[in-house]
Nanobody, 123 residues
């Protein structure tokens, strides 16, 4: 059974940092593109980053470029999202998702999803 479990969310002040983790079980992580998505209150879910399984390249949304970094530890079956210089508009539920043998993270084509972790940026 495949599971993706996000952790690391919480309350942080503007300008602060958080590191989210996405722990995978039941799949070989390096065969999957891993996407981070987020959904803010009252808004649609949007893509944050996508790390390809074949080319290893990570793409970021313009809104987080230069502040967020994705990394992968295949031995630990975990993908991380390091978030720095957080802003109130980064407040959202963050999800990780996996897409088999791909370099893209189109939301409707992701094979597996976690249940999300809440990040709140507020003073």
């Amino acid at each position: 059974q495949v599971q993706l479990v996000e952790s690391g969310g919480g309350l942080v002040q503007p300008g602060g940092s958080l590191r989210l983790s996405c722990a995978a079980s039941g799949l070989t992580l390096d065969y999957y593109a891993i996407g981070w998505f987020r959904q803010a209150p009252g808004k649609e879910r949007e893509g944050v980053s996508c790390m390809g399984s074949r080319d290893g390249i990570t793409h970021y949304a313009d809104s987080v470029k230069g502040r967020f970094t994705t990394s992968r530890d295949n031995a630990k079956r975990t993908v991380y999202l390091q978030m720095n210089s957080l802003k109130p508009e980064d407040t959202a539920v963050y999800y990780c998702a996996a897409n088999y043998y791909s370099d893209s993270c189109v939301e409707n084509y992701m094979d597996y999803w976690g249940k999300g972790t809440l990040v709140t940026v507020s003073s």
